[in-house]
């Protein structure tokens, strides 16, 4: 796929969706205070 | 020389930014509206001058450099640099926010010297480490600018360094906090847009994103893989780029002083997301530029760059000179570029003039100094950095990247582990602070050393050492804080509830 070997696609959209996921998780849960 | 156009097209830019100096100085009343903007940013110039802070010289000129001389195996810079602003927000801004609500924290340092209770050792060392790094850091940025003014106005380098140390000096000096963070909203959307824009048509004209892999695997298949077999980029290697990157930026005096900025510990709920989006694209469009770069090299459309110290750095700019044959668009890129790199260098003299009007100056130095005379002292360093930093690059390294990682690596085994431990472990002890930054400065000067110069010594070729030389200063800083606290005396209860330790983010 778009000219990568599958590994490059696995190892670095692997990575980039797992980081997304935690910072959307950490949107959802943290609640802030003063 | 450059065109009519091109000249107005960059002047309307130092215009505008001097303009926001003049502007931003009517709003400083004291030292706190200088150095925090008297902690009153909203939320998207907040998230836009991390951003700003963040993007520097190295992520125009030395991301698409990197990307054109070793391929994907560098991909890993496009995820960490981006993460660094979240690891920033999320490890140590939350909790460094709510102290300084209380607390009045003008500057990391003053955290420091609370959590240790070592208002004058660890807060001058501190300081004086911050300044170290900083001015590192400073020299890879006003490399870049000169290089853009090189291009675009065909000046001596000296010329080109005046020219921008000059507008960049006035408007911060002037402005301070307030100017820097307008400058970088104004900054980080020329950036973002301009790229957004820009890239595409650079990759389009070397054939499109699937053609330049395909182009550049023929060229060296180790191009298009996720991390070279050996060497630079294997993935112990890579590993340790990412601790570099994530944490190193994350803990580095000019970004982490940026939390203390904020007006509400809110913001922080999604600024981790948004920046990681926005930035990450942005970043990745540069990187595929270089590959794009390459691609036009190796097919013969443009021809590599001799005759210059650090040619890599500038495949970018012939790129964009080949994709758009209009001078116009040149210089409009010109501006994106050092837009970049300003948003950057301004932010890194006022966090140098900070750790030394206030941290040496009025906490160590004169106590007793009134605001006045800090304020006064706050514009002289910020002038006096910026003039040291444009001597120190009339010789530019060989690669931008590399000097600004040593500074990033420097920065990561001075500041992550006494952060990291004052924030999260209340056995961390002054001692182990002190014994931690000292030996952690110490050893990144050292490898640092040893690496840039490719020395063979005690039987070890430093060239080739398999991670990155900041990990082992970063270990050493580690272990150090360790063993040191757990022989020495414990922080009193007290302080330790006052900034929060424990191992939580927020209660």
Known sequence: ?34 | MADIITIIVVSLYFIAMLGIGVWASKKIKNTEDYLVAGRQLGFWVFILMMIGTVCSGMSLLGVAGLGYKAGWPTIWEQIFVPLAIGICIIFFGVKLHNVAKTSGYITVQDYLAHRYESPTALRTLSAVAGIIVSLIYLVGQYTAISMVLIWLFGIPLWLALVIATLVTMVYTAIGGLYAVAWASLVQSVTLIIGVLVMAPIIIWKAGGFTAVNEFIGTVNPNLVMPWNPTGAFAPPYVVSFAILLGLGLACAPHVINNVLTVKDVKYFKWSPLIAFVIYGIVIFLLKFAGFAGLAMVKGGEIAARTGVANPTDYVILDAIQNSLPNVTLWAIFAVIVLAAVMSTTDRLMLTIGAMFSWDIYKKVLKPDADDASVLLLSKIVVVLSAIGTMILAINPPEMLAILIWMGIGTMLATFAIPLLAGLYWRGATREGALASMTLGLLAALLFGFLNYFKVNAMGIDFAAIPLHFSAYAFIISLVAMIGVSLLTKKTAEKVLDETQTGWYISK
Request: charged fraction near 5%; hydrophobic fraction near 60%; avoid cysteine.
């Open chain 1, 1 to 34: 796929m778009f000219g990568l070997p599958d590994i490059t696609i696995i190892a670095v959209g692997g990575v980039v969706l797992a980081i997304t996921a935690a910072l959307v998780y950490w949107g959802l849960t943290f609640q802030g205070h003063d």
